[in-house]
């Protein structure tokens, strides 16, 4: 489980923007859980479950007779985690430090899923082979990821969004993630020897005038990738801040028809024969 450069960091203020994002992230990452069949009494492994959003969701699902175990490398965003699952009286949730090589279990999971966690793997196929060994016969494996080159900003009237979204991507390239997963999930699926479901679920957020929400979705983003786009030299900091103070504020917020909060997300689940 050899993992990239992270790029986004681990602080408080990533933590509470990963949180913000799960809510526009949720209805999609819902219905493929859903779709893919988890459901009350199954036994989930989240991995890389971060602040703990997807593990919270899985729990909804799999009901009090189920359980969830969330796994992350961030310790920091696991006492995160631990401490929203508690302030809510959760029980059946657990979360434990590591990657899937360290999971142990006494039998196996009935299903493994993860959000944005596999386009940070080095090799996503050796990456779900593995995860696929943690699941019983006839399990699924679920994922929600991006495709990070395909924007519909350009489309829409906004030029400085566009190339902000290039520059992020720049990063996330350079620090070795895989901006095309969301595409690849299907082949991938499929080379791990899993049975990938030929209808994956594929969105965009947008909003309609609403200029301001988009604002607060992607100036934190760029703030939390600031420190990586400086230290590969894609950017200087004063550019960057100029950009998320000054020139996206100013398009964002006066822009008017659809505008985009996401990049295109994938969906895709599959089963072990």
Request: negative net charge; hydrophobic residues 45%.
């Amino acid at each position: 489980m050899d993992d990239t450069d992270y790029a986004l960091g681990r602080t408080s203020a990533e933590y509470e923007r990963l949180i913000e994002q799960a809510e526009l992230l949720r209805p999609l990452t819902e219905r493929m859980l859903r779709a893919a069949g988890i459901g009350p009494g199954m036994r989930v492994l989240d991995i890389g479950c971060g602040v703990g959003d997807v593990s919270l969701l899985a729990r909804e699902l799999v009901g009090p007779e189920g359980s969830v175990v969330g796994i992350d490398l961030d310790g920091a965003a696991l006492q995160v985690a631990n401490e929203r699952a508690s302030a809510r009286g959760i029980t059946n949730v657990a979360f434990r430090q590591g990657d899937a090589c360290s999971v142990e279990s006494d039998r196996p999971f009935d299903a493994a899923i993860g959000r944005f966690v596999l386009m940070f793997m080095r090799d996503p196929t050796a990456a779900l082979r593995l995860i696929a060994e943690r699941i019983r016969r006839g399990g699924v494996v679920a994922f929600h990821e991006w495709d990070g080159a395909i924007s519909l900003a350009s489309a829409m009237g906004l030029p400085v969004l566009a190339a902000f979204q290039n520059l992020l991507t720049a990063t996330f390239e350079r620090s070795g993630a895989r901006v095309r997963i969301g595409s690849e999930l299907h082949a991938r699926m499929r080379e791990a020897g899993l049975e990938p479901d030929p209808r994956p679920l594929a969105e965009v957020d947008v909003r309609m005038d609403q200029g301001s929400v988009a604002y607060r979705r992607w100036a934190p983003f760029g703030q939390s990738m600031l420190p990586k786009i400086v230290e590969y030299g894609l950017a200087e900091e004063r550019e960057v801040l100029d950009i998320i103070e000054r020139r996206l504020r100013d398009e964002l917020t006066s822009a008017r028809g659809l505008i985009p909060l996401s990049w295109l997300m994938i969906a895709q689940w599959a089963r072990k024969p």
